[in-house]
């Protein structure tokens, strides 16, 4: 069964940096593409980035695009989030979520092609 726990939100100023962790169960990160995706109050789900299980290639949203990086420790069944220049707008509820779909590579900033989640961590960026 998979399992995602994230930690590491918090409250930032904007500018400032923060690393979401995301612990996986054993195994997931070699069966499984690991995404972020966020939630802002009010707002639909967004994707921000994806990590592949294949060779750990990544893709960003372009609103995050050169301020976030997506990494893996597969030994520690860990992927992280770094988040750097952090924007007001960057505050959500950042979730990690998995998929081994078959129509991963097609689309895998759909946030409906990932099936497994996990609680979702809170960001906040003050202005």
């Known amino acids: 069964q998979v399992q995602l726990v994230e930690s590491g939100g918090g409250l930032v100023q904007a500018g400032g940096s923060l690393r979401l962790s995301c612990k996986a169960s054993?195994?997931?990160?070699?069966?499984?593409?690991i995404a972020w995706i966020r939630q802002s109050l009010g707002k639909v789900r967004e994707f921000v980035t994806t990590?592949?299980?294949?060779?750990?290639?990544?893709f960003y949203s372009e609103s995050v695009k050169g301020r976030f990086t997506v990494s893996r420790d597969i030994a520690k069944s860990t992927v992280y989030l770094q988040m750097n220049n952090l924007k007001f707008e960057d505050t959500a509820v950042y979730y990690c979520?998995?998929?081994?779909?078959?129509?991963?590579?097609?689309?895998?900033?759909?946030?409906?092609?990932?099936?497994?989640w996990g609680q979702g961590t809170q960001v906040t960026v003050s202005s």
């Open positions: 979520a998995a998929t081994n779909s078959a129509t991963y590579y097609y689309n895998f900033n759909s946030v409906g092609v990932y099936g497994y």
């Open positions: 054993e195994r997931t990160l070699s069966n499984y593409h």
């Open positions: 990590i592949n299980r294949d060779g750990g290639g990544t």
